[in-house]
Nanobody, 125 residues
Framework: QVQLVESGGGLVRAGGSLSLSCTAS????????MGWFRQAPGKEREFVAA????????YYADSVKDRFTIYRDNAKNTIYLHIINLKPEDTAVYYC??????????????????WGQGTQVTVSS
């Protein structure tokens, strides 16, 4: 069983930056693929970024790839998401997700077995 705990959310002004972290505990098996999703009020949960432990391949949603950076510390079983030039439309609950197997439908939230509780990011204009 894997537990994911996010941290780092908060209230930020537009144009600012923020870093989120997600630490997995319980087992390293099940965390080969770790990523971030976000969900704004009234919207579906959407893929943001993912990173693979075994080969460090990285995937981004087109809408965020110029401002978001995902990276991981395998020794700590932790991933990070650094966001620059925050925009009001980045306001959402950001969720960490994990699964052992990488698949081509990695942007689908249904693909991930483990989820964190989410951390709120609010960007003021």
């Amino acid at each position: 069983q894997v537990q994911l705990v996010e941290s780092g959310g908060g209230l930020v002004r537009a144009g600012g930056s923020l870093s989120l972290s997600c630490t997995a505990s319980g087992s390293t098996f099940g965390t080969n693929v770790m990523g971030w999703f976000r969900q704004a009020p009234g919207k579906e949960r959407e893929f943001v970024a993912a990173i693979i432990r075994e080969n460090l391949n990285i995937y981004y949603a087109d809408s965020v790839k110029d401002r978001f950076t995902i990276y991981r510390d395998n020794a700590k079983n932790t991933i990070y998401l650094h966001i620059i030039n925050l925009k009001p439309e980045d306001t959402a609950v950001y969720y960490c997700a994990a699964d052992e197997v990488f698949a081509t439908n990695y942007i689908s939230p249904h693909r991930y077995l483990y989820w964190g509780q989410g951390t709120q990011v609010t960007v003021s204009s």
